[in-house]
């Protein structure tokens, strides 16, 4: 299947992640990535835990689903599932999907999971990952430091046999920078972060002294 735009009114984009904190490049690559598949909408679903990220617990989820919603102000064509954030536990893709198939706001739609580059070159390390890509078809965002050209080169050695059905799932779009790894520590030593947050969402991390804003002792995680 071949990730270019489509006809299909109903197409619907789904885009999990940990949004610790939510940050530009989330959303421009998520809605890029939606424009270009012509999907008319793009579900964002907020983990409750990260099952391959075990290191460190995220920030309270009623602070991540109210710096989501700031983030996406703005953009109607954009949604937030609390379908993991309901349900508590290790968050699985294929636990979420079965979920989310049987809500009726997504009923007919055709589901493309959007998901990085470097989870494209493990996603068969997933839980069962063959159901996945049955429910809604994977679609790879370029993420640093693959850029589309490298990433389709390391398909080959990644999934032999099979590398041209990646290649056909994976988007030509430029490379955003921006990983709320590296703005933990930027938030906590005070540097700036004009053009990596939303104001507002910068403004509820002042309000709330979230990721140790204005403690010059706190140490963040970075895992």
Partial sequence: MNATASTNPRTVVLFGGTFDPPHLAHVAQAMTAAERLGAGEVVFIPNASN????????????????????????????????????????????????????????????????????????????????????????????????THDRLLAEYEAFYPGTADRWKGRTLDMPVVEGCSTDLRPMIAAGRSLEGLLDPAVEGYVRRHRLYGWGDPTATIETS
């Fill in 51 to 146: 099952p391959q990220k075990t290191e460190t617990a995220p920030t309270a989820a009623h602070h991540r689903l109210a710096m989501l919603e700031l983030a996406l102000d703005g953009h109607p064509r954009a949604t937030i599932s609390r379908v993991e954030l309901e349900h508590p536990g290790p968050s699985y893709t294929v636990d979420t999907l079965r979920r989310l198939v049987r809500e009726p706001f997504l009923e007919g739609a055709r589901l493309r999971l959007l998901i990085g580059a470097d989870q494209a070159l493990n996603f068969t390390t997933w839980k069962d990952w063959e159901a996945i890509e049955q429910m809604a078809e994977p679609v790879v965002m370029p993420r640093p430091p693959h």
